[in-house]
Structure formats: C-alpha cells, structure tokens
C-alpha cells in the first residue's frame, strides 16, 4: 500500500483497508473541550479512534513549567496512547478535525513525525470533506482495538524547546501562525499580553487554505512560503503561534509544499510570555 504522509482526501481514505489504517478524530473546541468528544459520539468515520487535544495531545499539568497553554505530552504517555489504540510501526494514521485541520489534527500528525513516524498524513476538508462527500460514517462509543506495545522517543533535533535559543535569535527565523491582530497586539483573548516575538514573522494558518477548507495546492503553497521567508532555508524555520498548535498547520503545509526541515517552538507565544520579563513587539 502506497503511504500518505502529509494530505489525503476523503475518496483515498475510503479506499484504504481498514486494518491498514488508524482514523484518529480531533475535533476540538477550545470554548468547549468536551464538545469533540461529543461529536464523536454523535456520528465520526467508521473505525476511527477519538483524541482530545487536552486529555491526549498535550499535559496540561506542566503549564507550571512554562511550556505553554498546551505542553507536549511526554513521550511514555504518547506512547501509551498509541498502544491503546493498536497503533504498530508501519501502519498509516490518518487524523482529522471538522473542517481545517488546525487544531488538533495537525498536533497529532506533527507528534507522530517528532516520534519518527512518517506514515502519517491530515485528512484534507476533515470531517466535513467526508460528509460533503456522501461516506459512511458510524456513532458511538469507538470500536475495541487490540493493544500493542510501543515505546518511542522524540527526536530532539526537531523540537525547539530552548526559551534562550529564542531570545538570542539563534534558533532560525520564527513563523508566527496567529491571525494577524493577535500576531500585531491588537486583541489578545488567550494570554497574558498580545504581540509578537522580536523578528518574527506571521503566517496565519488560515493562509494555507482555500475557499473550499481544503489546502491550497503545493505550488501554490511553495510560491508563498518563499515569497515570505526569502532565502531563509526551511531547516532555519521555526513554527510558532499561541501555544504550539496551529503552529503545526504551517509545519504541514510547508511539508505538502515540497519545503521540509522547518522546527517547531512548542511553548510558542503563551510559553513566551509566562516570564515578563521577555521583550513584546507589537505592531
């Protein structure tokens, strides 16, 4: 079976076996955490498996820490998560939201490539491609899954966690995937203080879609991306926006646009701001 490893649609998802991939639905509400999970229940692909960004894709129990209104999860707890879902090496993940893929449907997708899975890829429109589409969907509780036992490790060199690589302007160019008032300091309804990190840059996630909600074609993706960063090497990009979510959009798109080795700043804005002391640029 040919893998996917950034974007499929919801034909190729339909076609795939179903004991050759794991369907993780993501949809997630911010205003409402528990509202995905409703939805779930409520009507979600056949086979697929639920993941919360809180309870799964991140632990908020280290926000102390300064990581961020959405930590990583550590690497044994990602590790029990698959496991519980029957994930083993090789088979294909296939994650999707509502519609954009940007919150955690792409989080999940960038934690599997920290963890050195490739095999994974976005359903591009999400769940609202596949219902446009007339596919059969299924409700309830999800479907019990043989457990495997999987230990991985995160692979550092594509994380950025150092708050003093940031600050000396070492780390590389940051790409700020906030909407752009927030990215200007205009509104700011999530954290502390509104504006941006010193010299970078803003890419709104939203950016990398189209009118219908899927995403725009690599060309057209590629043509963008280095109309903003330039001769900036995707390996000296670094990914960033409130909490290291949405930053994720950006990560797969320049991944689909043929521009891979971009990082991402996991803390993001939220992890940046927990020390005052920090400098804010606005505008």
């Not at 490790?153 to 600050?167: E, G, K, N, T």
């Not at 010299?199 to 993706?221: C, I, V, W, Y």
């Not at 701001?273 to 606005?282: F, H, L, Y």
């Amino acid at each position: 079976m040919s893998l996917n490893t950034t974007l499929i649609d919801a034909q190729a998802l339909a076609a795939l076996p179903a004991g050759e991939v794991l369907i993780v639905d993501c949809r997630f509400d911010l205003a409402d955490p528990g509202k995905g999970r409703c939805e779930f229940l409520d009507g979600h692909i056949p086979g697929a498996v639920y993941a919360s960004l809180d309870d799964d894709l991140s632990d908020l129990g280290r926000q102390a820490e300064g990581l961020g209104r959405h930590p990583l999860p550590r690497e044994s707890v990602f590790s029990a998560l698959l496991s519980r879902w029957g994930w083993r090496p090789g088979l294909q993940v296939v994650s999707y939201d509502a519609g954009s893929g940007a919150l955690a449907a792409a989080r999940l997708w960038w934690l599997l490539r920290l963890a050195g899975v490739r095999e994974a890829a976005v359903l591009d429109g999400g769940y609202a491609a596949w219902r446009a589409a007339a596919l059969s969907i299924e409700s309830g509780a999800a479907a019990a899954r043989p457990v495997s036992v999987v230990s991985l490790r995160y692979d550092a060199s594509q994380l950025l966690l150092d708050h003093a690589a940031v600050a000396d302007g070492k780390a590389g160019q940051l790409l700020d995937a906030r909407a752009a008032p927030r990215y200007r300091g205009e509104v700011e309804p999530l954290d502390r203080v509104g504006g941006h990190i010193p010299g970078a840059l803003n890419r709104p996630f939203a950016d990398n879609l189209g009118a219908d909600g899927r995403f725009k074609p690599a060309a057209q993706l590629r043509d963008e991306f280095t109309a903003l960063l330039g001769a900036t090497a995707p390996s000296q990009v670094v990914h960033m926006c409130g909490s290291g979510v949405t930053a994720c959009h950006n990560l797969l798109a320049m991944e689909h646009a043929g521009l891979p080795g971009s990082r991402l700043y996991a803390p993001s804005w939220s992890g940046w701001v927990s020390d005052p002391a920090r400098p804010v640029a606005t505008g």
